[in-house]
């Protein structure tokens, strides 16, 4: 038990501390910056963030989520960002324990913030993190269930790429514009990796269903036509693969699922 809630906190800053990376990478690499240059700064005076203002949340606090020099309010969305992916990291541990799914867990979550800061932002959906976070899972899909479960994972990944790709070439056509982005086909290849083919198309349904109101939102509102589909798709990729039994159970589906 001790040695549970040790762990949880342990997963939690370390989360904080990878939440806060993510977000660097997620606002800086689609503007083709350097993740390290120039250190990070504060928006409106520029002044250079000393290591004790780089400290995730606790700086925040602390400096009561002002600048240290021009007092200018700091943007609540990051220290959000941090918590988030540390609640998701411990959750991990607290849902699974060391397992292939705890790991699984993680990496999504990873992508997760990933897609949420860079596709929100920016509108583009980073390829590393998403080759990285594939190969990280079809690696554990070879050392805990093996060879056989190792290929069919590449074969859904595959099927669902094709399928994406498609869904994606006929859209283009159908309304004269583009239709999903390739972030989004390259997302959904992972979901293929992760889930294989069922519970992939599950996850895309419900990605559709959760960006439905913010796509409504946006035409009216703002009279923006440019839905950022990635996070609605990947926060669907996590609540899928948090209920995967009972989804499973629900379409009463084949008897090995990856
Ligand atoms: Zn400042």
Redesign the pocket.
């Known amino acids: 038990m001790l040695l549970d809630i040790y762990i949880i906190v342990l997963l939690f800053v370390f989360g904080l501390v990878m939440g806060s990376f993510f977000t660097v990478v997620g606002s800086r690499v689609p503007k083709g910056e350097s993740i390290v240059k120039p250190r990070s700064h504060?928006d409106?005076?520029h002044?250079e963030l000393r290591w004790y203002e780089l400290i995730p949340v606790l700086s925040y606090v602390i400096q009561f989520g002002r600048?240290s020099?021009?007092h200018?309010k700091l943007s609540l969305i990051y220290p959000l960002i941090e918590l988030l992916n540390g609640f998701l990291y411990s959750l991990s541990y607290a849902l699974y324990g060391f397992s292939y799914e705890m790991i699984a867990f993680m990496v999504i979550s990873s992508i997760l913030i990933l897609v949420f800061v860079s596709d929100f932002e920016h509108m583009i959906i980073l390829d590393e993190p998403l080759i990285i976070g594939s190969v990280i899972i079809l690696l554990l899909k070879l050392y805990y269930f093996g060879f056989k479960t190792f290929t069919t994972s590449i074969y859904s990944g595959l099927i669902m790429f094709v399928f994406m790709l498609l869904v994606k070439l006929i859209g283009d056509k159908v309304f004269r514009r583009e239709s999903l982005g390739g972030g989004d086909v390259k997302l959904v290849t992972f979901f293929g990796f992760v889930f294989g083919v069922r519970l992939s198309f599950v996850s895309v349904v419900f990605g559709s269903f959760f960006a439905f109101p913010y796509a409504i939102y946006l035409s009216l509102a703002r009279k923006d036509r440019e839905v950022p589909f990635g996070p609605f798709l990947i926060l669907a990729l996590l609540i899928v693969f948090i209920y995967m039994d009972s989804i499973k159970n629900l379409l009463n589906m084949f008897v090995y699922g990856f």
């Open positions: 504060c409106y005076c002044h600048c020099k021009c200018k």
